[in-house]
């Protein structure tokens, strides 16, 4: 295959509740219907609120199966619970093994590995990082096999969320901690990829977009196809949009595309909170 075409979707966050975020759903699925890639990768918090509505999982999986291109998935926060941090405090909800496997059984893999124009693709479940969870240790086996069978070619990583803000040793602190994937579990995954040809990090969670380049590795934060995070509940780090993006990978290169479905419509997140009522 010479070329592979592949678009980033993430943080959809649907349920039958919210109709801006299905209508923004619906505005990308007819912009991935008439542009046809190869693979549409959803790099997590696919449902509103996986560990107290099982609903929203299949509401979520039922409006990704009607996409015209194949999909993979990987668990956000939404989805599974959130990963414990060393200095923040403790995630409402943890992440927990029936959630994950509520996940694995409606939507599908939460890890993943292919090969395509000459290329190592791995996603990964970024939840269980620093959880104790038994599948945290075999995912971490899982992913020593995958990157021993590399072999040089070039490797794009996706996971939900982002390695870091500017530099792998970036402070952790109570108000970001569960923003990045946590100490000390994000230092062993960088030393994994050290001999590692890692192009890409393409991530979400953070609802902003965004693309820089540490050393050799471009990463690249999508935002959320669903809704934004107003500058009261959230800083800004870069821009604050619904979206998605798009990536050609050739043998040895590849090029990105920020895009904005056409019709596409910036929901702030106090529209869902009002729309939760008492539930948040």
Known sequence: MPEFRLTQISDTHLGRRFPGLIANFQRVSEHIDADRPDLIVNTGDVSFDGPTSRDDVEFAKGLHDALPVACRYIPGNHDIGDNPTAIGPAPKPPV??????????IIGEDHWSFEAAGWC?????????????AFEAEQFDWLTSEIARTNGRPVALFV?????????DDPETPETSIRYVP????????EMFADVDLRLIASGHVHQRRDFTYRQTRHVWAPSAGFRINDQRQDRIA??????VEYRFQP???????????????VDIEELLAQMGGEH
């Open 96 to 105: 927990a093994e029936a959630h994950r496997r509520q996940f694995c059984e």
């Open 121 to 133: 693709f791995i996603g990964l479940n970024s939840l269980v990082m620093n959880s104790g969870l």
């Open 160 to 168: 939900h969320k982002p390695l870091f803000l500017n530099l792998p």
């Open 183 to 190: 100490q000390p579990a994000r230092a062993r995954l960088i």
């Open 239 to 244: 821009i604050k949009e619904v979206g998605l």
């Open 252 to 266: 040895d290169s590849f090029e990105v595309r920020h895009v904005r479905a056409a019709g596409q419509v910036d």
